[in-house]
């Protein structure tokens, strides 16, 4: 039974009402199949012509040329409208006239309409799609499928459009014409609704095949032996869409749906999405590509389609032969034997710099339809760029679906399948992190962090679940997956200044807003090009355009209120010299200048190349944030700043830079929802007991002879091997105004004391030793382990929990026992063949070594100083308490020395070393001339209590504005340690001076709210390394 064009007219038009009023279109989606459900679910009903009427947009395949002008001919010829008719039907371009053309051929048929057509000559929805489809057969832009039809074949032009709008009634011809267009809008359907309402199983079917005549064939084929289920109750659809799934498999030839998307806002926001194990893959700038390989096939056994489901082989046969080489096609190491499905990002390699280019490249090696388009002024391609693959999923192999596999699974399978080679295919980065750990967020922010140092676009969170998911509603949904840019969070994406130098009206558009009289739909953004000239000499200011934005409509309206515009029409512009590059993308041509250009913030997600610009960054996807009426336009950026703004945005800097990445960390941390880290810890848990650091439960995942564990992150790690480590975001602290110098220092056996408290979620803490303690063997006694019962009664009782306050003072041996916390000793294992290496980390603000030392007093002074050693009590029996804690301070039996007698000179300093009862007198100013001097006594001549003092040394440097200075100490420190003897050696716990000021807050009763920068006390913010 055929279902008339103008019963899905009136759904057309009644949620189109509806969505002008800004209300849902769900209850009358429902109400109409429910109407109709015996037209739909008929035998002979074409579902696909349904939906391909209802969703337009969906049809990527079918491409017709023909835009609104070429249109408005064809309904001119087709109604034989005369010159005055004409004119009235072109109404929809003039700005403010709130039509569009659709409005216009309704308007003109409502006056003369068309002779009524009979019931049985009725224009029914087969017919319509029939039409289109014909149309879009002959256009050498429609997908091969589409021109390998038999339509294709037949003599029809566009007369058919012309005896289609001699059918239809008027309010048919409306919507008609959008369809043509494909452009509903304001009207916007939820496909997942159209699709359920069609068939309830029809989402979970789509996601295997995207495709709707073969979506629909495979639901026919295995509706045979489930009808009995569809006609059960609603209760029994969980069963009806599992035993689908298991059914039906992907099919080469038609593309398998992508998964839905989510915009990580933040941190927090990411960690509230997300559950359990999450794969936090590097998001590749290159454009999407599903490769289909079919062995059976003796020639074009590769078929590749584009993220738009267009079949793109002929476009992309540059990489087909890199695809061959990478699956091992036709030879024996080839992992399958007759079919395959995989998931990647093409891009251009350059074998040169051994290096992925940037987006725009791509164009110079991918043609459209058989055509290069906008590279006339490009570059030719060299001969040592190519493209490639980053394979980073697998949906069929042989005879196997994938879809119900879990994705570690799966990523096991593509590892197996691909071979990995250099400039010609590689598995995409990525790592494991659980969601469900205390420190999720922390590793989620530095492998973040990491990405945006390393100028990569982004992350892409993938839950460890099938592709496809069957709730327990009997629901079937996509996985639910995350992409986590910078722009997308608060205003990482800002980039300044730039003037509205002009506009454009498209009639479309304008009606997708509530602003009556509209004029002006699509903006152009300038940089100035003359500012020196302008703000001196007053010249004409000189604009370039570099992009076109739409304005949000609350914008839109504060826009319109500023009153008058002094727009003029481009032609008649005598105020502003406009230049507008031949590669600017924009549906309007420039009609109007804006005498004196409107300053407004643009931000973007990052920066291209279009064609024909002449090799000018652009912003791409731009989008204006805000309007400034205080600013003048000739404050704007100039093109050379933006250039310089998006060279520094997009190129990725030659050394790597620690502090850039800590200072991503803790921009980061300030963008979670109240300027508060999702990790951060309250007063009312704060706690002493040491927490694995993300960095150390790290392992790697990218090779194919890896294993998932099931520790908090799995990374992948590519030099281990080096002897002297940089820092990167996987392993940098995150304090909020230092960076991280990682120094390399040979040590003995004692490495082995230090390793790290917790490898896995669920694994038990355990204690580390006193690694301070001159008396402690270096070597692990092979009879004992670190709970050895025959410890002695060195080792301090346990206090029960619930005599535990919840601001305990911070000792020096918690500092010693957090050393697996976010900035803390870090140990690397090496081969067997190479000695251990203890990594310390130094926080720094350089990223380079260097720099002259800081000035110190005389050399007798310094002697004399460094036989001083701290005490909270003077000779005299006078005491000096900390005005916080009194005797249960964290400085209490500390011997403290300095890294220069500089930091004597900080008037807060020395307030901090008083206020915590800290004889600054008594303090040793230089931590070398110590060493030189009392510092390389013999251990075993000191007295108990010496040994207590050396067991307790703190060190405090300077290591935000002094760097490279600290760095240069601490090698300094190394050397004399290797050439002492073992007795003569000695540890110093080194922290910045700026933890006095977070002791501070920690031993302070009357600050009832405590916060570190996110750390879980003031130690581990500061702890620098051990010496």
């Known amino acids: 039974m055929p279902l008339l064009f103008s019963a899905v007219c009136d759904l057309l ?55 609104a002008p070429t249109l408005e001919k064809v309904i001119g010829r087709s109604l034989m409208l005369g010159a005055s008719r004409m004119l009235e039907l072109t109404t929809y371009k003039r700005p403010g006239a709130g039509v569009d053309l659709a409005d216009c051929v309704e308007r003109i048929l409502s006056v003369t309409p068309n002779p009524v057509q009979g019931a049985r000559d009725q224009v029914t929805v087969e017919q319509v799609d029939e039409l289109l489809h014909a149309l879009a057969a002959r256009i050498r832009w429609s997908a091969p499928a589409i021109r390998q039809s038999s339509a294709a074949m037949s003599h029809q032009s566009r007369g058919d459009l012309e005896a289609m709008y001699r059918r239809l009634p008027a309010r048919d011809a409306k919507w008609f014409t959008r369809l043509v267009l494909k452009d509903y809008q304001p009207l916007i359907f939820d496909p997942y609704l159209i699709y359920r309402s069609c068939d309830p199983v029809l989402p979970c079917i789509l996601q295997i095949r995207d495709d709707f005549t073969a979506a629909l064939d495979a639901i026919s ?30 099919k080469l030839g038609v593309k398998v749906g992508r998964q839905q998307w989510y915009k990580g806002r933040s941190i927090k926001h990411c960690i509230d999405m997300g559950s359990g194990r999450m794969s936090v893959e590097t998001k590749m700038d290159g454009e999407y590509c599903q490769i289909h390989v079919d062995m059976s096939k003796r020639q074009n056994k590769v078929q590749i ?34 079919a395959c499905i995989l998931e990647g990002e093409l891009v251009v390699y350059n074998d040169l710099e051994n290096a992925i280019m940037p987006f725009h490249k791509i164009r110079g090696h991918v043609t459209r339809r058989g055509r290069y388009l906008n590279t006339e002024q490009d570059s030719q391609p060299k001969p040592y760029e190519h493209l490639m693959i980053v394979y980073y999923d697998i949906f069929l192999l042989d005879d196997r679906s994938l879809m119900d596999v879990r994705h570690s699974e ?16 590689s598995l995409v980065q990525r790592e494991t992190i659980d969601f469900g750990h205390s420190l999720a967020a922390s590793a989620l922010r530095k492998a973040f962090a990491r990405v945006v140092v390393e100028r990569g676009e982004g992350l892409v969170l993938k839950p460890d679940e099938p592709y496809i998911v069957v709730g327990e509603d009997g629901r079937s949904a996509p996985c639910r997956c995350i992409k986590l840019k910078k722009e ?7 980039i300044g200044d730039f003037a509205l130098v002009g506009a454009g009206f498209y009639a479309t558009k304008a009606k997708t807003y509530r602003i009556p009289n509209l004029k002006w739909t699509h903006f152009y953004v300038g940089c100035l090009n003359n500012k020196e000239e302008v703000k001196r000499w007053g010249h004409k200011p000189e604009f370039t355009v570099v992009c076109a934005v739409e304005l949000s409509e609350p914008l839109l309206r504060s826009f319109l209120a500023l009153g008058e515009l002094t727009a003029v029409p481009r032609a008649e512009n005598t105020s502003t010299e406009l230049i507008v590059l031949s590669g600017i993308q924009c549906p309007v041509d420039l009609s109007v200048a804006f005498a004196s250009p409107t300053v407004v913030d643009l931000r973007c997600f990052s920066f291209d190349k279009p064609g024909n610009t002449g090799g000018l960054w652009t912003p791409r996807f731009p989008a204006v944030t805000k309007i400034h009426t205080d600013r003048d336009y000739a404050d704007v950026m100039t093109m050379d700043e933006l250039q310089a703004v998006a060279r520094e945005a997009v190129e990725r ?31 009312a848990t704060a706690t002493t007991m040491p927490t694995p650091s993300p960095a150390r439960t790290t392992q790697s995942t990218a090779s194919t002879s890896s294993q998932l564990s099931k520790a908090v992150t799995e990374r992948s790690r590519q030099s281990q091997g080096l002897v002297v480590s940089t820092p990167s975001a996987n392993d940098a602290s995150a304090p909020r105004d230092a960076s991280v110098s990682v120094i390399s220092i040979s040590t003995s056996s004692a490495v082995d004391e230090l390793s790290p408290q917790k490898t896995a979620i669920k694994g038990p803490a355990k204690r580390l030793p006193d690694v301070a303690s001159p008396t402690q063997s270096l070597k692990r006694p092979r009879t004992t382990g670190f709970r050895s019962k025959s410890a002695g009664p060195s080792a301090p009782a346990r206090i029960p929990l619930g005599t535990i306050e919840v601001n305990a003072s911070y000792g020096d041996s918690q500092s010693v026992d957090s050393q697996d916390s976010q900035a803390t000793v870090k140990l690397e294992t090496r081969s067997a063949n190479n000695a251990e290496r203890e990594i310390i980390e130094i926080a720094s603000s350089d990223s380079e070594d260097g720099g002259s030392t800081q000035k110190v007093d005389s050399q007798g002074q310094l002697q004399a100083a460094a036989r001083m050693t701290l005490s909270l009590h003077d000779k005299r029996g006078q005491s000096l308490q900390c005005k916080y804690a009194g005797d249960n301070c964290g400085f209490v039996g500390k011997a403290m020395l300095l890294s220069s007698p500089a930091l004597l000179q900080l008037a807060e300093l020395t307030s901090l070393f008083r206020d915590h009862g800290v004889d600054v007198p008594r303090i040793i100013p230089c931590v070398e001339t110590w060493w030189r001097g009392d510092g390389q006594g013999s251990t075993a001549q000191k007295q108990p209590h010496q040994q207590h003092q050396q067991r307790n040394r703190v060190l405090l440097v300077d290591s935000v504005t002094h760097g490279a200075e600290t760095r240069a100490l601490v090698a300094r420190l190394d050397a004399a340690r290797k050439d002492a003897r073992r007795e003569e ?19 302070d009763v009357s600050v009832t709210k405590k916060y570190y920068d996110g750390f879980q006390d003031p130690w581990r913010r500061w702890y620098c390394g051990l010496v």
């Open 13 to 67: 038009e009644q949620s189109c009402q509806l969505c002008q009023s800004r209300k849902s279109n769900a209850g009358a989606v429902r109400a109409w199949f429910q109407r109709h459900r015996a037209a739909v679910d008929a035998h002979d009903a074409d579902v696909a012509a349904l939906l391909s009427t209802l969703l337009p947009e969906k049809r990527t395949d079918r491409v017709y040329c023909i835009q």
């Open 221 to 250: 084929a295995a509706r045979g032996p489930l009808l009995p289920m569809a006609a059960a109750a609603a209760g029994e659809w969980a069963l009806t869409a599992r035993r689908v799934l298991t059914m039906i498999k992907p």
């Open 305 to 338: 389609f584009s993220k738009s489901g267009k079949d793109s082989t002929e476009d992309r046969c540059k990489v087909i032969s890199a695809i061959k080489r990478a699956l091992r096609l036709d030879m024996s190491g080839c992992a399958f034997e007759k």
């Open 410 to 425: 799966r990523l096991k399978l593509l590892a197996q399948v691909v071979n990995c080679e250099r400039g010609v295919a």
């Open 488 to 494: 997308y969070i608060g205003a990482f994406g800002d």
């Open 653 to 683: 800097p030659v050394l790597e830079d620690s502090q850039e990445n800590l200072q991503w960390i803790a921009r980061l941390e300030g963008a979670d929802p109240r300027g508060v880290a999702v990790d951060a810890v309250s007063q």
């Open 985 to 1003: 050696r000695d540890w110093i716990t080194v922290y910045d001076w700026r933890v006095l000021r977070h002791v501070s807050v920690a031993e």
